[in-house]
């Protein structure tokens, strides 16, 4: 006799209603996304769990799985506004270090031909320095590849590498150093709760009906 093997399907999970007895996740501050509640949702469908205690752990792999993409997009925020804040200092103490040369430079001219500080006309554009910052930073982070590569060069061509200052970021940007650093922690107990989830769904009582033979 052949036999047609269907898993007990047990998706109504009764009068326990497993959402009621967990804690309400609160919205935080600063989060990447607004979507956990969807990404929850679409990982829990594709897991599918037919049993309660399938359920609970499909919402610690949710949990889990969004806690690795919440550390990776923190650590490149760290890593990124680490490096935007060390480029715009670079770029700040070079052009206006220029500016304040040159400042000097024409006051001690104009007073060696006789005149007075007080008369005299400050000679550097000193809004146009800012303008000229805040253009590279912006043209550094653009999405446009050849925006960025405009803005690189002309940072470099400044004694500012922005290449540079992202290495030594990696390296010493401690807020990114330490998202990064929980992640293969993070990764691994997603992956032994991922095989351990797949054992329980093997494991899965099953319906043994009868087929009739042709």
Not at 13 to 34: K, T, V, Y
Not at 117 to 141: S, Y
Request: charge should be negative.
């Amino acid at each position: 006799m052949a036999h047609d093997l269907n898993p007990t399907i047990g998706g109504d999970f009764g009068s326990l209603a497993i959402n009621d007895l967990l804690p309400e996740r609160p919205a935080l501050i600063g989060e990447f996304s607004p979507a956990y509640e969807a990404f929850r949702e679409a990982t829990i469908a594709d897991l599918a769990p037919v049993t309660k205690y399938e359920y609970l752990q499909a919402l610690q792999l949710a949990d889990l799985n969004w806690a690795i993409l919440q550390a990776k997009a923190c650590a490149d925020v760290e890593l990124s506004s680490g490096t935007e804040r060390t480029v715009r200092a670079q770029l700040n103490a070079k052009l206006e270090g220029d500016g304040e040369r040159e400042y000097r430079r024409q006051l001690y001219a104009f007073e060696e031909a006789g005149g007075d500080e007080d008369d005299f006309a400050d000679p550097v554009d000193w809004d146009a320095i800012e303008e000229k910052i805040e253009n590279t930073v912006a043209g550094l982070k653009s999405n446009d590849p050849g925006e960025r590569e405009a803005a690189t060069a002309a940072a470099i061509a400044l004694g500012v590498d922005p290449r540079l200052v992202l290495s030594a970021q990696l390296v010493n940007n401690l807020g990114y150093r330490r998202h990064s650093e929980k992640l293969p922690d993070l990764e691994k107990r997603a992956r032994l709760l991922s095989a351990e989830y797949r054992e329980i769904q093997k494991a899965r009582p099953i319906d043994v009906v009868p087929v009739s033979g042709d």
